[in-house]
T-cell receptor, first 114, second 115 residues
């Protein structure tokens, strides 16, 4: 089955700096890569996703890049703000597969220091 | 507004008690999931469902059971709670079919403490 590794497990950045979280996956059949943000006391929320037919996707201050050959994908947050502090999860799946769609990474605790 | 609801948000219960964690969604999603989240953040899939009358065990062995009698409802039951069941439990749902939004919608979770 799919295995997703996520690094780093904790990340501290100064407000205004950029943050990068990296994930690798094992199953070359995976073609959908979402990112989730979990704030304290809440469930994870989808913030951006990418499919294997594109290499990069942006949404305001966040962007995701995908390297299918190397089987890794990354989340980039620019101009970080205190409200970006949260746990971030990457995930991978093969669209059209079984109900157990997503395999999650182990999470990254991002802290943005004021 | 379409959403997914979990109750209770917090539960403290004695060892040996039977408990049911409720999860309901108003989006008409076919697929539903239960995750256990440990203090180290990792999400462990414990149960999932393709649709009504479908239930499957996930990656993490769990003494809990689930049922899916209605599309919108996916309760999780522990027949005899133990301190090792203390954790955060997250319910999620997703659409199925070509062209749908493949992302999961998560509930806010139930934090269970067994004393």
């Amino acid at each position: 089955g799919e295995n997703v590794e996520q690094h780093p497990s904790t990340l501290s950045v100064q407000e205004g700096d950029s943050a990068v979280i990296k994930c690798t996956y094992s199953d070359s059949a995976s073609n959908y890569f979402p990112w989730y943000k979990q704030e304290l006391g809440k469930g994870p929320q989808l913030i951006i996703d990418i499919r294997s037919n594109v290499g990069e996707k942006k949404d305001q201050r966040i962007a995701v890049t995908l390297n299918k050959t190397a089987k890794h994908f990354s989340l980039h947050i620019t101009e970080t703000q205190p409200e970006d502090s949260a746990v971030y999860f990457c995930a991978a799946s093969m669209l059209g597969g079984s109900a157990r769609q997503l395999t999650f990474g182990s999470g990254t605790q991002l802290t943005v220091l004021p | 507004e379409a959403d997914i609801y979990q109750t209770p948000r917090y539960l403290v219960i004695g060892t040996g008690k039977k408990i049911t964690l409720e999860c309901s969604q108003t989006m008409g999603h076919d697929k539903m999931y239960w995750y256990q989240q440990d203090p180290g953040m990792e999400l462990h899939l414990i149960h999932y469902s393709y649709g009504v009358n479908s239930t499957e065990k996930g990656d993490l062995s769990s003494e809990s059971t689930v049922s899916r009698i209605r599309t919108e409802h996916f309760p999780l039951t522990l027949e005899s709670a133990r301190p090792s069941h203390t954790s955060q439990y997250l319910c999620a749902s997703s659409e199925s079919g070509v062209g749908t939004n493949y992302g999961y919608t998560f509930g806010s979770g139930t934090r269970l403490t067994v004393v």
